[in-house]
């Protein structure tokens, strides 16, 4: 605590034991406990026990607001994270707690008893969004300077613009539409079923005829499975993937004109190394406007936190075994096996995205209570503030080191999630 703090707080217990301030804080009580009865001790709970009203200071407890909010969720992110790898363990024999490795291991064990060759899947880049108004209306709380009816942020990504805004994405970015017409060309990819007229490529399940190897077939003998040549019928994708025919589902094209129709969502995605003003959601890095030092990392924090991860749809490659192929039973249990194991897989890929983000807040949050936090409460407490605020503001000067700790405890939990999340994701070619 500072001099001039240290000498206040003597001062307030002196007149206080004597009932000299306030006219409702003369009870017969000693000095500590008259103070803290006339709001000048620190609260009973800290930032660590998940308190944030520490100072009464606007912007420094939003901050201590987002270091309760971080830590929170980099330990639901870990759950969320044990509970998918305890489902794949108990898939393959394990239990519950089972070492990553471990699961890694027999994964590989079950795949190689089922298949010939090998397993792979691809997935869509993991798409992580959050709204620029959720992020602006943070900051503003904080910093009474920015108005979000205005303001925007910037975006290094892809921002979803609002329905019926005016669309200019600048020189910076490039501009694609999403709309479900069958008529378009989705010269950048189709999420759905894509109706091909003639004999094309399938990144996905192929429904007819398949000139090449069909790792699964129906009762009838067509392609039900994926084919390694060219598919003729209808290809149900897993994934985004180009369709050279009618495209029954969602379509994104590149727009002629430079601007997507009435009906259709735009996107602006920023260049490489570049970013887009952006008002509606951004996937991708979130860069709030200037603020106070300690409310930028706050929004940009809580920007991590709010986002909303999807898991990805996904494309699996493999060919049974024959003698698996050939018994109904071992290849109806694998195929069963197979799906609930996507489901875990489709999951951990968009928890790892989310504890990307994570992570990556963590250095600006940390960074931001050693510098910006501790020089704005010794501005204030120079500023001459009344004596309940320069008691407040001490106290929260104490909690930043707290704070500081819990933001390197939550950065530890993400970093070890992660790691696990990698481990299980490599067993088949996803762990990058």
Request: aromatic share 2%; glycine share 10%; net charge negative.
């Amino acid at each position: 605590m500072n001099r001039k703090l240290s000498g206040l707080y003597f001062l307030a217990a002196s007149a206080l034991a004597v009932g000299v301030i306030g006219s409702g804080c003369n009870a017969p009580l000693g000095a500590d406990e008259l103070m803290k009865q006339c709001g000048l001790a620190c609260p009973d709970k800290g930032v660590a026990d998940g308190n944030a009203s520490i100072s009464g200071n606007v912007s420094v407890d939003a901050f201590f607001g987002s270091v309760v909010r971080f830590q929170n969720t980099a330990n639901s992110l870990k759950a969320a994270v044990q509970t998918e790898l305890d489902g794949i363990a108990l898939s393959v024999g394990l239990q519950p707690g089972a070492a990553a490795a471990d699961i890694k291991a027999k994964v590989a064990a079950k795949i190689a008893a089922n298949v010939q060759g090998s397993l792979s899947i691809k997935a869509d880049p993991p798409k992580c969004s959050v709204t620029a108004e959720a992020t602006l209306q943070a900051q503003a709380q904080c910093d009474a300077s920015v108005d979000p009816g205005s303001a925007s942020v910037e975006c290094q990504g892809s921002c979803d613009v609002k329905a019926g805004a005016q669309v200019d994405c600048g020189a910076s970015a490039t501009v694609t539409c999403t709309a479900t017409d069958p008529s378009l060309t989705c010269d950048i990819g189709c999420k759905g079923t894509c109706e091909l007229k003639t004999a094309a490529a399938c990144s996905g399940t192929c429904h007819g005829t398949c000139t090449g190897n069909c790792s699964v077939k129906d009762a009838q003998g067509n392609c039900a499975g994926s084919c390694d040549a060219k598919c003729q019928g209808t290809c149900e994708l897993q994934a985004e993937g180009k369709c050279e025919g009618s495209c029954q589902g969602s379509c994104d094209y590149t727009p002629p004109t430079g601007k997507c129709d009435a009906s259709a969502q735009a996107h602006c995605t920023a260049k490489a190394g570049a970013s887009v003003q952006c008002n509606g959601s951004c996937s991708g890095t979130v860069t709030p406007p200037s603020a106070k030092a300690e409310c930028q990392a706050s929004a940009k924090a809580d920007a991590s936190v709010n986002a909303t991860c999807t898991p990805p749809s996904l494309n699996v490659s493999f060919q049974l075994k024959a003698s698996v192929a050939g018994d109904a039973t071992a290849s109806g249990q694998f195929t069963a096996w197979l799906e609930g194991f996507k489901g875990h897989i489709s999951n951990l890929v968009a928890l790892k995205a989310k504890l990307d983000g994570i992570g990556a807040a963590a250095t600006d949050l940390q960074a931001s209570a050693e510098a910006g936090v501790t020089a704005s409460i010794n501005a204030s407490l120079k500023a001459n503030a009344d004596l309940k605020s320069t008691v407040l503001l001490g106290c929260a000067l104490k909690e930043v080191p707290t704070a500081i700790s819990m933001v390197g405890d939550a950065a530890t939990t993400v970093t070890a999630s992660a790691k696990d999340s990698v481990t299980i994701l490599g067993s088949v070619g996803l762990g990058a």
